[in-house]
């Protein structure tokens, strides 16, 4: 986590407190040590930040601190509020608790009158979605991000076990299925593969010869032209 993000995160959790927290608390919930929560603390208090408190003690934000409000429309709020609970028919518990995060930042920089909307929306999604996964989709992702090679322990419909390394392009989040996009080293070509059926995905050191934009396009160009084949 980028330290303007943990500070951030500190006004926001000592904004929604009831009492004095401290900084073990607050440490436990951003997954690092109070040594770091204490000298965060004193950059916020060196900032200005109305924080009152000691170590042992707790600390408070003082009462009418505040960050510029945001501002959305009925609509805009509607959307997050129906994505953030689309997010747990992905099978991504990484990506759903993110969205919790998200979702706890923006209620505390909504206007209060418009807290009900994102926390108890007139909103219902079923819990239909794509099937369990075996494999952790993180470095799916991150090897999207970084764009480095998968090496992936792939089992097909028959339940063959096939190792593959590939170049990952896209997931996509389909109703039945979550699928990743990717060039395919051993077939030469474009594949579709199901999270539900990788048994192990790992992000390798290579990196993939083309850029992400480019493999997006020609992937693309490909779909366009015919139905995807399958891994």
Known sequence: MRR?????????????ATGPVTAAAIAETLEVTPRTIYRDIAALQARRVPIEGAPGIGYLLRRGYDLPPLA?????IEAIAVGVRLLPRTGDGA????AARVLS??????PDAQHGWLT?????????GAAPRATDPAPVRAAMRTGRKLRLHYRDATGMMTERT???VAVAYCAAATLLAAWCELRSDFRHFRLDRI?????????????????MARWRAQALRAAPASG
């Open 105 to 110: 930042k923006l209620v505390a920089a909504l």
């Open 72 to 76: 959305f429309t009925a609509d805009e």
């Open 166 to 168: 590939v170049w990952p």
């Open 95 to 98: 990506l759903e608790q993110a």
């Open 120 to 128: 108890a929306p007139p909103i219902h999604v079923s819990d239909y």
């Open 4 to 16: 303007a993000d943990r500070l951030f995160d500190i006004i926001q959790h000592l904004r929604s």
């Open 199 to 215: 048994d192990r995905a790992r992000c390798l050191a290579d990196p993939v010869p083309l850029p992400g934009p480019v493999l």
